[in-house]
Nanobody, 130 residues
Framework: QLQLVESGGGLVQPGGSLRLSCAIS????????IGWFRQAPGKEREGVSC????????YSADSVKGRFTISTDNAKNTVYLQMNSLKPEDTAVYYC???????????????????????WGQGTQVTVSS
């Protein structure tokens, strides 16, 4: 059974850091693209960062470039999202999602679109507030 479980969310002050984890079971990362998404109250779910496990390519939304970093630990079958210099507008429920690499668009800039992913975790809350 394919499963993604997020952890690492919490309350942090503006300017602080958090590292989110996405533990994967039921499949290995070798052939999958993984994306991190977030959804704030009253807003649509939006893509944050994604990574292709086949070639290690990454892409991030402009709003988080230079602050967030996506990475994988294939030995642990886990994907991370390191979030630095957090802002109140980063407050949201964060989700990880997976899709087979061959189903993803060739243009990686499109890999942050929700519609491309079939498998989703349950989410973890991140709140940035003083």
């Amino acid at each position: 059974q394919l499963q993604l479980v997020e952890s690492g969310g919490g309350l942090v002050q503006p300017g602080g850091s958090l590292r989110l984890s996405c533990a994967i079971s039921g499949f290995t990362l070798d052939d999958y693209s993984i994306g991190w998404f977030r959804q704030a109250p009253g807003k649509e779910r939006e893509g944050v960062s994604c990574i292709s496990s086949s070639d290690g390519g990454t892409y991030s939304a402009d709003s988080v470039k230079g602050r967030f970093t996506i990475s994988t630990d294939n030995a642990k079958n886990t994907v991370y999202l390191q979030m630095n210099s957090l802002k109140p507008e980063d407050t949201a429920v964060y989700y990880c999602a997976a899709q087979k690499d061959f189903k993803m668009p060739a243009d990686m800039t499109k890999n942050l679109e929700v519609r491309h992913y079939d498998y989703w975790g349950q989410g973890t809350q991140v709140t940035v507030s003083s």
